[in-house]
Every structure is written in C-alpha cells, then in structure tokens.
C-alpha cells in the first residue's frame, strides 16, 4: 500500500464554515483518512505550532488553508505553512477573496478599534484603553497578535497553488478536489478547483432569465416566486458574474445568489460586472442613470451597494477599499 499523503488544515480570519464544511462530507472522511493523515488541525488536534516549526519544509502534501489575512499571527502562519507545504490550497471564500472579513476594509484599524472598545453603548471604558501588542502582567509579558489595518485575501501575502470557492466550499467540490488530489490529476497551477461556467448556466430557473427587470426590490419587500428568475421579479441575484458549482444552495431555499463562488474566469471584478448585467437589463444607458442619486435607478434603489455587489470580494476587488483612518 502507499505511503499516505500528509494534510493540513488552518483556520484564519473566518466564521469557522469551512471547518465544518470538512465534517460534512460525513462517513467520506473515512475514505480520505485511509488515504491521508492529517498532521495539523488546530480545530480538532493538539498540533502545537513549535510542531510545525520542526517538520522538514515541503514535509506536508497538502495544507487547506481558510481565512483571509486580518492579524500578524495569522500572516505569520501562511507564511510558516507555505514552506511546509508542497502544495497551498486557499479553501473558502474568504482565503480566495476575503470574504465577509473583507468588508472591514471600509475601515481603518484605528477606527474600527475606537468602536469597538469606547462607542460602543455597552462598552464601558473611560480610560479609551484598547489592546496592547505587548503588556506585563504579574504572571510575565504577554502578547496578543497585531492587528492589521487591511483583510488581504490569501494571495495577497503568500503563493497560492489552487483556490476552492465558496463559503463554504459545497462538499461535492470538496470530494472532487480530494479525489484530484490522490489520483494525481490536479489541474495547472493557479486553477479554481470549480466549474468556470457562471451560476446562471446551471440554474434551474434559467428559462424565466430576465430579459427586462422591473425596480429593484429587497426580499423582504415581495414574496418571491420559486419558479422564475430572481432578476426577473428586481431581487438582485449575482448569478450572471459568479461562479458555477455549489449546487444552487441558496437557490433551492429560495433565495438570490449572493456571490460566494467569486467570479467566472473572465470577470476582472466581480462587482463591476454585476453592476454592468443589471444596468443592461434595467435598460440604463448613461453613466448618470447607474450611479446619480438624482436618477433613483439602480445604485439609487440598491440599500448596500458594496454589501450587495462585494460581500465576498471587496478585498480582492479593482475598487479595493475606502478605510477612513
């Protein structure tokens, strides 16, 4: 029998989905972990980071990387499992394009840190006084890990050899992407490890596509018909600029796309174009009717044009980010 490959698994600036996406793909964990052993899973084992520190480099097959970048131990760590990995794979949406953490870009790090420890009205903290890097306490020094003033998708900080979309990736892509793996046919480097083809080509409700949409409307605001096109009744749904393969979740629960999988292959900005599909079929021709406040046509009617359009890509996007220092 060969030898079995050798896994990590990594938890940076995310809610933990991806994690337990793993433990989704229920009893063919077993199959995998005849075939792999996992040396380091701070979630689930007691892998130390000085254990990481000592392995060989290049001594793990395979690191699974989730998490954007938000702290210097979590830089410190995609640097660390990139030497120990022969090969890097960003997991998630937020190790592929920052995610829901990437929205703090629209922040500056003092800012937010003035929120959080002295505006906010349950705080109480006259002193204004916010985390120390270093500190003393009776017990010794201690330390916390830095805290950045940008989210940086994985990318942005070390080599990334292949991406698995989605928050969280769906467990076929998953599987798909584990049986690449031991059969030794992972695509070039740099892949999505994901159909290219945008959400809108798999969708079942492809034959009421909207060809003219009427006002944009939020969900709560209409009680959307399961059957047609979420464009179709002015429900934003970012289907035509993401990419295919999570087996329509949202979609099945009734619900629009919000972008998860990140762009098609041929999309620069995941955003920019959505922004463009739905000025098409909203019939907007000039630039004042997409964006003019005077106009109430389509950034106008949209409530969060940037939770909207870059929940999952503002780190990672042409626009970047509006932090206010």
Same mark, same amino acid.
């Given at each position: 029998m060969?030898?079995?490959?050798?896994f990590g698994f990594y938890w940076a600036a995310s809610c933990g989905g991806c994690e337990i996406a793993v433990l989704d793909t229920n009893e063919k964990i077993l199959d995998v972990l005849e075939r792999a052993d996992i040396l380091f899973w701070p979630v689930a084992m007691d892998t130390k980071y000085a254990d990481v520190k000592a392995m060989p480099d290049r001594f793990m097959d395979v690191c699974f990387f989730n998490g954007s970048i938000r702290n210097s131990e979590q830089e410190?760590?995609?640097h660390l499992l990139r030497k120990k990995s022969k090969v890097l794979v960003a997991f998630g949406?937020?190790?592929?394009?920052?995610?829901?953490?990437?929205l703090a870009n629209l922040f500056g790090r003092e800012q937010i840190l003035k929120h959080v420890y002295t505006k906010e009205p349950s705080v109480v903290n006259p002193d204004g006084t916010k985390p120390l890097v270093k500190g003393k306490v009776p017990e010794g020094? +201690?330390?916390l890990p830095e805290f950045y003033d940008r989210v940086s998708p994985l990318n942005r900080v +070390?080599? +990334?050899?292949?991406?698995?979309p989605g928050c969280p990736p769906a467990v076929p892509r998953i599987l798909d992407a584990m049986t690449a793996i031991f059969e030794g046919n992972l695509p070039v480097k740099g892949s999505v490890l994901a159909p290219v083809k945008a959400l809108c080509d798999e969708c079942d409700r492809n034959k009421h596509i909207a060809k003219k949409m009427p006002d944009v409307k939020r969900m709560w605001e209409v009680q959307a018909d399961p059957g047609v096109c979420f464009l179709e009744q002015g429900i934003v749904c970012m289907g035509p600029a993401t990419r295919g393969g999570c087996g329509q979740r949202?979609?099945?629960?009734?619900w629009p796309c919000t972008g998860c999988m990140g762009p098609t292959p041929d999309v620069g900005d995941?955003?920019?174009k959505m922004i463009s599909a739905l000025s098409s079929i909203l019939r907007l021709d000039d630039e004042k009717d997409i964006t003019g406040p005077e106009t109430g046509k389509l950034l106008a009617q949209v409530k969060d044009p940037v939770g909207t359009?870059?929940?999952?890509?503002?780190?990672?996007?042409t626009i970047g980010d509006r932090r206010q220092k």
């Amino acid at each position: 029998m060969p030898d079995k490959l050798k896994f990590g698994f990594y938890w940076a600036a995310s809610c933990g989905g991806c994690e337990i996406a793993v433990l989704d793909t229920n009893e063919k964990i077993l199959d995998v972990l005849e075939r792999a052993d996992i040396l380091f899973w701070p979630v689930a084992m007691d892998t130390k980071y000085a254990d990481v520190k000592a392995m060989p480099d290049r001594f793990m097959d395979v690191c699974f990387f989730n998490g954007s970048i938000r702290n210097s131990e979590q830089e410190e760590l995609a640097h660390l499992l990139r030497k120990k990995s022969k090969v890097l794979v960003a997991f998630g949406s937020c190790a592929h394009h920052g995610c829901i953490p990437g929205l703090a870009n629209l922040f500056g790090r003092e800012q937010i840190l003035k929120h959080v420890y002295t505006k906010e009205p349950s705080v109480v903290n006259p002193d204004g006084t916010k985390p120390l890097v270093k500190g003393k306490v009776p017990e010794g020094d +201690v330390s916390l890990p830095e805290f950045y003033d940008r989210v940086s998708p994985l990318n942005r900080v +070390v080599a +990334v050899d292949y991406y698995l979309p989605g928050c969280p990736p769906a467990v076929p892509r998953i599987l798909d992407a584990m049986t690449a793996i031991f059969e030794g046919n992972l695509p070039v480097k740099g892949s999505v490890l994901a159909p290219v083809k945008a959400l809108c080509d798999e969708c079942d409700r492809n034959k009421h596509i909207a060809k003219k949409m009427p006002d944009v409307k939020r969900m709560w605001e209409v009680q959307a018909d399961p059957g047609v096109c979420f464009l179709e009744q002015g429900i934003v749904c970012m289907g035509p600029a993401t990419r295919g393969g999570c087996g329509q979740r949202c979609i099945n629960g009734n619900w629009p796309c919000t972008g998860c999988m990140g762009p098609t292959p041929d999309v620069g900005d995941q955003g920019g174009k959505m922004i463009s599909a739905l000025s098409s079929i909203l019939r907007l021709d000039d630039e004042k009717d997409i964006t003019g406040p005077e106009t109430g046509k389509l950034l106008a009617q949209v409530k969060d044009p940037v939770g909207t359009f870059y929940m999952y890509g503002l780190a990672d996007a042409t626009i970047g980010d509006r932090r206010q220092k």
